[in-house]
């Protein structure tokens, strides 16, 4: 399944390294990423294949729910169908 | 990527600040083939075959919640209207259907059940009455049942007998549930021209017309609509609808997207997705702050009948285009209680029956969720429905009317429903009488226009 994730927080160094390391050690393919600070918050999106993984779609998002709160990161994973849906005609 | 960052951050920021979600999934079931003699075998007919039907219903609801992350606020069922399915018992007492859907609602897990209704336009047929006469023991007597009687069309003109009697029935529903404030009256609609696909409460019913089971999806969104008004402030009209349309067809194909997903995981065909701004008690998701967006100072003030028209209009634009099928109400919803900006706007002196009655003219559903004094007549409740009546009828739309005559309570107290039937704040009603006008009974006319072929 192809999914959106965006994550946002406080800029910080090792954002990036630690969000993507944990997708890699679920089996999480990153398709596709893209991040920028918008007025001192660190923003994020990645589109990203779960089919990859062994793992279900609800044990990715709540390992990746559990980090975020963890370390102060609003992460959220939704299918990317709707994103497609919504911005486009 | 494929999508850009700020569009993406747009819909995360849409759902967690500013309240979109999807109102609700209701799955409309078929209960033609429970029909039976026995009103307690027919009961259980109804029971069990809901609970087959829906049983999957909240599960494949929360998991579509979770994997696109959209929070689905409602799972619920609506029912061939009871007049119909149990048109075949012998017996009066029609409580018993009641029960078992209440049951059926209880073991799915849905929070409401829609169905508890009649169609008596043109007149009643006996199980039309022995229904009717059922409603406010019902309603006292289960939790997440709700009940609707449609009492014009344009096509068929005015039940004013049925106009009558649900004055009566709504009197009777407060009496027994005035320990909660007259709670039954709130899942009460008397309708004109009731759709046969509704999925909002307390309004549903799966029409005659439906297929055996079918899924319709509710949106909701009017926190986006507000937001996206905050970014226009000053600009002409031109710009304001354009910026409504562009917002609805963003809240729609997100409907669009569950109710595919939902029809799909359920194995029961799409039927309609509604295009309908409903507000919910809570800060930031009003239809009143919208129109107050527009410029005006509070809800109810002059220009805004003509403020809800054009959110009601582009909503509709909007929406249209991206939905395969259009359907339900589909407009702006002005529930008193149910939306925080109408709350205040009546408290402030700002918002009366009178205006509310003229806003229905112009968008969807009609006089909703409005408490009235506790000694509020029932020839007055009467009237006011005939009035109700008469605006959806001449102008070929839904109206409705889901009063609350609050036992006990005066103008200037409120009542308390709590969750999103929120709180009501008492209403003053005309009390110039009009009991001679209500007895009259008979039908009033369709209209000229209604001749159409």
Redesign the interface.
Known sequence: ?KA?M?V?APDRVGIIAGVCSLLADMGVNIL???Q?VMEGIF?M?L?VDTGTSSHT??EI?TALITRGEKESLVI????????????R? | ???N?S???Q??SMI?HQHLDIRTITLGISLYDCADPDIHTCARKIREKICRKAERLVAVGEEIE?????PIINKRISVTPVSQAAASCESDDYAVIGHALDEAAKSCGVNFIGGFSALVHKGFTESDRKLIASIPETLAGTELVCSSVNVATTKAGINMDAVRMMGQVIKSTAGLTADNGGLGCAKLVVFANAVEDNPFMAGAFHGAGEPECVVNVGVSGPGVVWRALQDVKGASFDVVAETVKRTA??IT??G??VANAASERLGVPFGIVDLSLAPTPAKGDSVARILEAMGLEACGTHGTTAALALLNDAVKKGGV?ASGHVGGLSGAFIPVSEDEGMIEAVKSGSLSIEKLEAMTCVCSVGLDMIAVPGDTSAETISAIIADEAAIGVINNKTTAVRIIPAPGKNVGDSVEFGGLLGSAPVMRVNEAGCGEFVARGGRIPAPIHSLRN
């Open positions: 399944m959106i965006t946002t596709d990423l893209s920028t923003t999106t589109l779609f609800d998002r959220h994973i939704q299918r990317a169908d709707i994103f497609e849906a919504m911005h005609v | 990527m494929m999508l960052i569009d993406i951050m819909t995360v967690d979770r994997e696109y992350g959209i067809f963003r194909r997100m669009q997207v285009m």
